[in-house]
């Protein structure tokens, strides 16, 4: 093992040369710097922020505790926490079983698995059970490899022609989960259906802060050197290959560097344009991110609950007559995901909180003056509370703190284009993936092409790229980096 | 080491990815996917392991290859035939 002690702070890298460094700690960042520690390099996690977690993240306001992405993730956060964290991480993993959802085409409670969709897909909306089945079968096999211009539409539409209210209990929380619409391809669609609807929706029990927090020690366990607001101003590069990064005007020598902040920012503001070929940056120039975010933070006053029984854990709720993919984005908001956390969510916390999350566009955003953004963000605050009354009685008075936050919001905390929720389009895998191949030692692993983004997406393709890494290394065990090669300025 | 510690040492990786599951009744010729529940991600912590414990580095071309026990151990065979059993 390495004989670095690790410690995470804020302030300047103990060493001026690692085997890696990983440039952000979302989880994705996170992920692969502890299984690269855990194999015995030494690395540095830089981010930029001021705590780890990335999008992964949570905020303290008078008592409460707000969680901004831990709606619920796929099952299969078990086994990945288990395998690149710790047991003691895997184990604090448990179900949400009261998925509702309240439109005008229904309203119903599910756990989310392929056993209770069968269920309600044959006995409420009357589906033969055969096609539900095909269905199901079908999103399973999908893979990687299949045709990209099959669309989730056409594949709606072959199992269940005509099913608009079908297609919208089935897509909807997929839209929000990934900002993915009808036109993407079916095989994006099915991939995480296949791994997220399957299995029922988890959250972590404790919070998105003990869980940081729990990651944090076995970072220092694998002797990670950890700094914070270590903002990465560019990454080095040299006859085609990545020689480290500059962080405080002061360059850091690293055979890797694994960039986990926004794709298009890693090609386009942290390595200067002359290292990349064009035909590589009008691929990159071709990747569409996916949209932002929009999100209404409400606090319960102490010692007051929420009735479960009512509201469920997750609820997707809509006054739009129909579903549609684009109006979701839109800043005149029909659709809306509220997340209730009980005392349950951080048990020895008693507290009670709602967030509700709407996708939305940056541009909606970007440019209000001052003022108009403080009275759009109002607005936003004052319709998601007029359609939280519909579910819970005298919310007015039982709230002590709200607060919302904005594209604008996101974009500053983690730096993502255009406050990027969900990484990219589909075609943003293909450019993260042949990042090495054009120059070596550099990777990136963070959400990208809708199929490795949420939660589970970020941790697995972490570890993905911490396998190509370690093989790297390993390959080129007898290169020196630059710091031996050439003086440092 | 022969093929049937090349064997032992495909076995001791599954045992240690999958814990939950019975590797006694392993049928050799049939896909592990088609036997015990393995994702992309079970393929990729075999190929880490291999790396780990025995410095084999297998490219991403050849992954199918590690279908199967049989067509994991044929593939191996070569690579580890003059390698000291562990
Ligand atoms: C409102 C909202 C709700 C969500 N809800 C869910 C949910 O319920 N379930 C789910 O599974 N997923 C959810 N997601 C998605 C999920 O949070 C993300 O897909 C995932 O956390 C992204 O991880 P990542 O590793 O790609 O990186 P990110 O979390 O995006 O982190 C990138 C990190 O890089 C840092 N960085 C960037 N540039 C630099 C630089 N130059 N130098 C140093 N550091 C830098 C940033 O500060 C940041 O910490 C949600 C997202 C949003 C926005």
């Known amino acids: 093992m390495n004989a670095h002690s690790s410690r995470q702070r804020a302030g300047d890298p103990q060493f001026s040369s690692y085997d890696v460094v990983v440039i952000g700690a979302g989880l994705a960042g996170l992920t692969a710097a502890n299984i690269l520690g855990r194999a015995g390099h030494r690395v540095l996690l830089l981010e930029q922020h001021d705590k780890l977690g990335g999008l992964a993240t949570w905020f303290k306001r008078k008592g409460h505790i707000f969680d901004v992405s831990l709606h619920g993730f796929p099952v299969g956060m078990i086994k990945s926490c288990r395998r690149y964290w710790s047991p003691e991480i895997a184990d604090a993993i448990v179900q949400l079983k009261r998925i509702h959802f309240d439109n005008p085409m229904f309203s119903l409670e599910t756990t989310f698995d392929r056993r209770d969709f069968t269920r309600l897909l044959v006995e409420r909306f009357g589906v033969a059970p055969p096609a539900v089945d095909a269905f199901f079968d079908a999103a399973r096999q999908m893979n990687f490899f299949d045709d990209q211009s099959v669309t989730t539409a056409d594949l709606f539409e072959r199992y269940f022609p005509g099913r608009e209210d079908v297609v919208r209990l089935l897509m909807e929380p997929i839209t929000y989960a990934n900002g993915s619409t009808l036109e993407d391809p079916a095989l994006t669609y099915g991939i995480v259906f296949s791994n997220f609807m399957s299995k029922g929706v988890y959250t972590f029990e404790g919070g998105t802060d ?254 993905i790229v911490a396998n190509e890494v370690d093989a790297f290394l390993l390959n080129n065990s007898s290169q020196s980096s630059f710091s031996e090669e050439t003086a440092l300025p | 080491m022969t093929v049937a510690e090349i064997r032992q040492a495909v076995i001791d990786i599954l045992s240690d990815i999958a814990p939950d599951q019975d590797l006694s009744a392993l049928n050799d010729e049939m896909s592990f996917r088609e036997q015990l529940e393995m994702d992309s991600m079970d393929f990729l912590d075999i190929v880490m392991e291999l790396r780990k414990r025995y410095r084999i580095q297998i490219p991403e071309e050849d992954y199918p290859q590690l279908a199967s026990m049989a067509s994991t151990v044929a593939y191996l065979e070569p690579i580890m035939k003059d390698m000291p059993k562990k």
């Open chain 1, 210 to 463: 003990r869980l940081i927090g729990m990651m944090a020690d076995e970072l220092r366990r694998n002797g990670v050197d950890v700094c914070l607001r270590c903002n990465v101003d560019q990454v080095l590069c040299e006859g085609g290959r990545v020689r480290g990064v500059l962080v405080h005007g002061r360059p850091i020598a690293a055979r890797a560097v694994v960039s986990n902040a926004n794709l298009l920012g890693t090609i386009f503001d942290l390595v200067d344009a002359r290292h990349w070929p064009a035909d590589f940056l009008e691929q990159a120039r071709q990747v569409r991110l996916n949209n932002s975010s929009t999100q209404v933070y409400f606090g319960i006053r102490a010692g007051d609950t929420i009735d479960e029984e009512q509201c469920g854990d997750l609820l997707f709720t809509s006054t739009a007559p129909r579903f549609c993919a684009q109006s979701l984005l839109s800043r005149d908001v029909t659709s809306r995901t509220f997340s209730f956390y009980y005392p349950r969510t951080r048990p020895g916390h008693n507290r009670c909180t709602i967030v509700a999350s709407m996708n939305s566009q940056f541009a909606d955003w970007a440019d209000l003056p001052p003022e108009e953004y403080r009275r759009a963000k109002q607005a936003l605050i004052d319709d998601t509370l007029q359609c939280l009354e519909k579910y819970v009685p005298d919310v007015r008075q039982r709230i002590d703190w709200m607060e919302c936050g904005t594209p604008r919001t996101f974009a500053r905390y983690t730096k993502h284009w255009q406050g990027a929720s969900f990484g990219t389009k589909f075609e943003g895998l293909a450019v993260s993936r042949a990042m090495p191949n054009v120059i070596g030692g550099l990777y990136h692993a963070g959400s990208v092409g809708i199929i490795m983004s949420g939660w589970l997406g970020a941790v697995n393709y972490g570890v």
